[in-house]
């Protein structure tokens, strides 16, 4: 506590400290105060993280479990673009502090430093970091995570094709993964619309997990459990916004969930469970597809759509069930690759498969997809009508991912059809539903100016969550 202070009054005015009344034992529900310490991250413009031998106190009360420390190592280490570790003398970690911490020198190397150092020189390390970052607020998250993915592909590279969740580094926090948690999570997120919430609910999962690795035979009890978390994290890492992210991203959760597929009983898998696409090749084509779109060249793009198409066909090949998903990821492929009216056509077997379904969130999503083919084809009352459809029927079965989506298309359906006022309100709808939960994969720097913008002319009236 004495270093803390002394830390403390290097900066007081600076430094968020956790309120008082912040506290379990006050009755508040402990990822009430998982997602404030999230927030209070996403907020900072500098996260620093000092460390001896402290794992921090259980989010699953006195059971063995992640920890609230873990959960804000692991929000700045993967996501915050200036993030300072300091391991303090005298540095004797237990084994999950430091297996966590192995676990993040994997997902982002040179983060962690290699050794202890001496009080004094960690408290000059930390003042030399508060003198060069600038006072204010810091960029927005989303443009900022947008960046650091950007940043890390440019020092590291791109994933590779076979890359899994965490490179298999397996590091235990407790003896024995414990169901009833991991079932508590998995349970928590079938209806969470906050994709920040989802992320961290599945990584405290994920992290239990690691002490049942997927690859050990000595483990296949919980190859389902693997399943459902992997599927989770593939969806909410698509929506986040984190293509690209080496070793956290949707495509290492994939291939996890690729090889998980690969042991487990086929009878024990459900092909209309929600999250049963993610651990397919649909998944993988889908990711491919995402990345192509992040390359700076066009060979670079040509490749990974290249590698989409291959596995999408496999996939569509190989489904006994609903074909709609799977279809919908080759109609977004061939409407990035200059083969419009092929996806028009696909997309219009898509709507007509949802409606046989009569899914609303389904016949939702196909219809603002088709209409967007419309506009790009410039059948411009068709792309109205079927948009307009795509939007109402996505906000009516509360699925605000695709909602916001469908929304940027409507958006730009009445800008094409001379209704600009129409096309700020939607987008700025989209903008603030999209800062709500957290969907940064559907955010981009022109849309928050245009919000700005919007806002002092008081078009748009919510401020961004």
Not at 200 to 213: F, G, I, N, Q, Y
Not at 239 to 267: K, P, Q, T
Not at 283 to 301: D, G, T, V
Request: net charge neutral; proline share 4%.
């Amino acid at each position: 506590m004495d270093v803390r202070q002394e830390i403390y009054s290097l900066a007081e005015e600076r430094i968020w400290v956790v309120p008082e009344d912040l506290d379990a034992a006050k009755g508040v529900p402990r990822f009430t105060i998982v997602d404030t310490l999230v927030e209070q991250i996403r907020r900072s413009k500098v996260f620093i993280c000092v460390l001896r031998d402290v794992y921090g106190t259980s989010v699953f009360e006195d059971a063995e479990s992640v920890s609230f420390l873990e959960t804000e190592i692991y929000q700045s280490a993967l996501y915050h673009s200036n993030a300072h570790f300091f391991l303090m003398e005298p540095f004797n970690p237990d084994q999950r502090l430091s297996g966590l911490l192995d676990v993040i020198r994997t997902i982002r190397p040179g983060i962690i430093p290699d050794r202890a150092q001496p009080r004094q020189t960690v408290l000059d390390g930390i003042k030399r970091v508060l003198d060069g970052t600038q006072r204010g607020r810091r960029k927005e998250w989303s443009v900022s995570l947008r960046n650091l993915v950007k940043q890390l592909a440019m020092v590291r590279g791109h994933p590779r094709p076979d890359i899994e969740l965490f490179d298999r580094t397996f590091r235990p926090v407790s003896r024995r993964p414990d169901k009833d948690h991991i079932d508590i999570l998995l349970n928590r997120i079938a209806q969470e619309p906050d994709i920040e919430k989802r992320l961290t609910r599945m990584w405290v999962a994920l992290r239990e997990l690691s002490a049942a690795p997927y690859d050990d035979d000595a483990f296949s009890e919980y190859l389902p459990y693997w399943d459902k978390a992997l599927g989770a994290w593939a969806s909410a890492a698509a929506w986040y916004g984190l293509h690209g992210h080496l070793y956290a991203g949707r495509l290492a959760a994939v291939n996890s969930s690729l090889r998980v597929r690969e042991r487990m009983d086929a009878n024990a898998q459900d092909e209309s469970a929600e999250y049963y696409i993610q651990g397919t090749a649909g998944a993988r084509a889908s990711e491919y597809y995402s990345i192509a779109k992040l390359m700076p060249s066009p060979q670079e793009r040509e490749h990974y759509f290249t590698l989409a198409l291959v596995d999408i066909d496999k996939a569509l090949q190989r489904v006994s069930g609903d074909l709609s998903g799977y279809l919908a990821i080759k109609g977004h492929i061939f409407a990035q690759t200059g083969r419009a009216q092929d996806a028009l056509t696909i997309f219009q077997e898509v709507l007509r498969m949802r409606e046989a379904r009569g899914d609303d969130g389904g016949i939702g999503e196909a219809s603002a997809d088709l209409g967007l083919m419309h506009l790009r084809l410039r059948n411009l009352k068709d792309a109205s009508r079927l948009l307009a459809r795509g939007v109402q029927l996505l906000d009516q079965a509360a699925v605000p991912t695709f909602a916001i989506r469908a929304r940027k298309g409507l958006a730009l359906s009445h800008l094409t059809t001379g209704h600009p006022l129409r096309a700020l309100r939607e987008l700025c709808s989209a903008y603030e539903t999209a800062q709500e939960h957290h969907v940064y994969d559907q955010v981009t720097p022109l849309m928050k100016a245009i919000h700005g913008l919007s806002r002092a002319l008081g078009i748009c009236r919510r401020q961004a969550f």
